[in-house]
């Protein structure tokens, strides 16, 4: 399914004239010098490529998959085009790297009649250039003197690299493509995805034995052509290369892209998921503004209702990461734009929870939820694999992952904050677990006086009683949330008792008797049993909402009826 996705969108490519798309047996590739040869092959200058620090990416003729020495056509680093050797390297080989390059020039090109042909085979006699140094690193490509055009992009070279590959072609394996159905040569190899550092990952690759079955070697045990495994790895490259289409969320990729042409649907994706605004597609003032609404309705948690919008385009969502040499797929989703609303929409339903920081808050992206649960709110201290379960649960309408609520849970207890985006959460959770397993939804969005669930009702109190205590000693260094919220949560019979004694001190201090009033509201409504013993980690989290509710609904004011009784005596 990913696979003919990636194959169906290169196709969208390849028909653009526009999209400068790498073509069979080529690929886009970071070049980054260009070595200006004569007609003798001797080498008259040296022009870098290097743009703000980045080389240049060109289509080139497609590097090979490297696990030893092995040359590259007319596009290659200084070892193969030079013989120079890494001084850190714990073996030399820089002549059987030349002798390499060498060689593989002569077996395409020996009887081309070309100018350009003889010149890269001359310089091959006897490549000479005195200051290596200035391309020690980086890839290396061939241009004429007194022409504007690479070697590599002169008619003549792209004939008989065509002709190079079509005969490797013929000696592969044929059999009958997973991808396509049609029965053609099999890759047997798949190529290196870019966008990942050091590393350059493969889709598919079976590189040890013990991967293998049925006495097939390599690609021959996931038949996919040669013409599909192109497509798609060029596709992929195509999209991780593109800040139109990828958002980057700690160590998972979230790569995105609709069956046809669909700039706005593709801009409030890439802006729903966190990415920068410079760098959604570029669009007009209008298209802007209607992205814009868009994102209202999504943040009030409604579906918008317009006729700018393409409900059907069907769209593809892809979460990838690396782990060395394998690319890790953390989800896919594929579905049209409008259902994939309708989850977005639920999903903001589901953890909106009252608050000025909700109301005024931009949208709560993906990466925010994760920051809560991460130390210090680094991204690299978000906990693997979460951001894959998240998305799977927000895309897809299934329940957000145990483990998320669980690491919010771990944060509070640590850091003593609540913030709204963690309380939401954690709500959210709560009522999409109850949905699922057909049970009431518990937690509301603000202030519930009537629900009598008593992890929820402990952390109201709990709220009252940091009040008092601030009401009666202002700021002070500890409160009773440092020093008692994770033992309330753990054993609410052992601290209660010991908070309420407390309360009465704070009261009598600061003759606030509206708090006393709210104590005896919420107290009056446990069993006869009392405070419980213990919370489960689902009433811990109703605690920590029934704590949040108060706190917000205290930022609102008490009726105006209640603060004349109180100034005139109160109870």
């Given amino acids: 399914m990913i696979l003919q996705a990636l194959c169906g969108y290169y196709d969208r490519l390849a028909a653009n004239p526009d999209s400068n798309v790498a073509m069979p047996g080529w690929a ?38 490297r696990t030893a020495v092995k040359a590259a056509f007319l596009c290659d680093n200084a070892g193969y085009f030079f013989g120079a050797d890494d001084p850190k390297a714990k073996k030399q080989v ?23 042909a003889r010149a890269v085979l001359n310089f091959f006699e006897s490549p000479a250039y005195e200051n290596l140094e200035d391309i020690k690193s980086g890839n290396i490509v061939f241009r004429l003197e007194g022409s504007a055009e690479y070697i590599h992009d002169r008619p003549a070279m792209k004939a008989a690299w065509e002709r190079y ?38 889709v598919v690759g079976f590189n040890q034995e013990s991967f293998e079955s049925y006495h097939k070697s390599q690609g021959a045990n996931a038949p996919v052509s040669e013409s599909a495994a192109f497509r798609y790895v060029t ?12 958002v980057r969320m700690a160590d998972t990729k979230v790569i995105f892209w609709a069956e046809r042409n669909a700039v706005i649907e593709e801009s409030f994706l890439h802006m729903l998921f966190g990415g920068k605004p410079e760098e959604a597609a570029v669009i007009d003032e209008v298209s802007a503004r209607k992205i814009g609404a868009l994102l209202s309705s999504i943040r009030n948690g409604k579906r918008p209702d317009t006729p700018d919008i393409d409900s059907n385009v069907e769209f593809n969502i892809l979460g990838i990461s690396a782990a060395k040499t394998r690319l890790v797929v953390r989800f896919f989703y594929s579905d049209t734009f409008g259902n994939l609303l309708d989850r977005i929409g639920a999903h903001y339903r589901d953890i909106e929870i009252d608050g000025a920081e909700w109301e005024t808050d931009k949208l709560v992206y993906p990466k925010r939820i994760l920051r809560e649960t991460a ?11 979460l951001e894959g379960a998240l998305m799977r649960g927000i895309i897809t309408g299934s329940l957000y992952p145990y483990s998320l609520y669980n690491a919010i849970l771990t944060r509070i207890r640590a850091d003593k904050k609540i913030t709204h985006i963690r309380a939401g959460v954690l709500k959210g ?143």
Avoid: W
């Fill in 235 to 246: 596709a992929l490259n195509a999209l991780i290369s593109d800040p139109q289409h990828i």
């Fill in 375 to 385: 130390v210090q709110g680094k991204d690299d201290n978000i906990p693997p694999t």
């Fill in 94 to 116: 820089g002549e059987e790297k030349l002798e390499a390059a060498r060689e593989f020039h002569r077996e395409i090109l020996g009887e081309i009649d070309d100018n350009g």
């Fill in 429 to 571: 959770f709560l009522n999409r677990n109850a949905r699922f397993n057909n049970k009431k939804e518990m937690m509301t969005v603000a202030l519930n006086t009537e629900e009598t669930n008593q992890g929820y009702l402990l952390g109201r109190l709990f709220a009252v009683l940091e009040k008092a205590q601030y009401e009666a000693l202002g700021s002070v260094n500890a409160t009773i949330v440092d020093k008692y919220l994770n033992s309330a949560l753990a054993t609410p019979q052992t601290v209660f008792p010991v908070l309420l004694p407390l309360f009465e001190k704070h009261v009598s201090k600061s003759e606030k008797f509206y708090s006393k009033q709210q104590v005896q509201q919420i107290v009056g409504q446990f069993s006869s049993g009392g405070f419980p013993q213990t919370l489960n980690a689902e009433d811990q989290g109703r605690f920590l909402i029934g704590y949040y509710h108060q706190r917000q609904d205290f930022y609102k004011g008490k009726p105006k009826e209640t603060e004349d009784n109180n100034t005139n005596g109160g109870n």
């Fill in 28 to 65: 886009v590739t970071p070049v980054s010098a260009c070595i200006t040869l004569n007609d003798n092959g001797d080498v008259v200058n040296m022009l870098s490529l290097i743009e703000d620090k980045k080389p240049k990416p060109m289509i080139v003729p497609q590097q090979p998959k």
């Fill in 165 to 202: 590959n079509n005969k490797s072609s013929e000696s592969a394996n044929v059999a009958q493509c997973l991808v396509t159905g049609e029965t053609a040569p099999i890759a047997r190899l798949h190529g290196n995805l870019s966008g990942f550092g050091q590393d350059k990952p493969t």
